[in-house]
């Protein structure tokens, strides 16, 4: 893809991971303001969340330099995806490994781009 914009920094990320239990909205609610801080990003609202009876739950933040969203089924699998975009540069490697040991998750992949 041409980079239309060269000089403003975007980073993508997307974290994915099989969990031991059903995440709460409580536990995205931590997690998305211990993620913010994690990755030195300054969080412009406290995170919502929402859950749809027929997709499960949804969270997200908004942070000065963009933001986070999460995801979480209980059905069919115990389930999470985070997909992060930002202005600002980050370590993708502390995500993956802040999300493993948050969640406990024993399988988690990601992609950045």
């Known amino acids: 893809m041409l980079d239309l914009a060269p000089t403003i920094c975007r980073q993508r990320l ?16 931590d997690y998305l303001s211990r993620l ?15 859950q749809s009876p027929l997709y499960g739950w949804a969270g997200w933040i908004h942070w000065e ?3 986070a969203h999460f995801y979480a089924w209980d059905e069919p699998d115990l389930f ?21 040991a948050y969640f406990d998750a024993p399988t988690v992949v990601h992609k950045e781009f």
Not at 15 to 28: H, T
Not at 40 to 46: H, I, K, N, Y
Not at 83 to 93: G, L, Q, R, W
């Open 14 to 29: 997307v974290v994915e991971g099989l969990c031991r239990e059903p995440i709460s909205a409580d536990q995205i609610r």
């Open 36 to 50: 913010s801080k994690e990755i030195d990003m300054v969080a412009l609202m406290e995170p919502a969340t929402h």
């Open 65 to 67: 330099t963009s933001g």
């Open 80 to 100: 999470f995806s985070v997909d992060i975009y930002a202005c600002k540069p980050f370590s993708a490697e502390a995500v993956v490994e802040f999300t493993r």
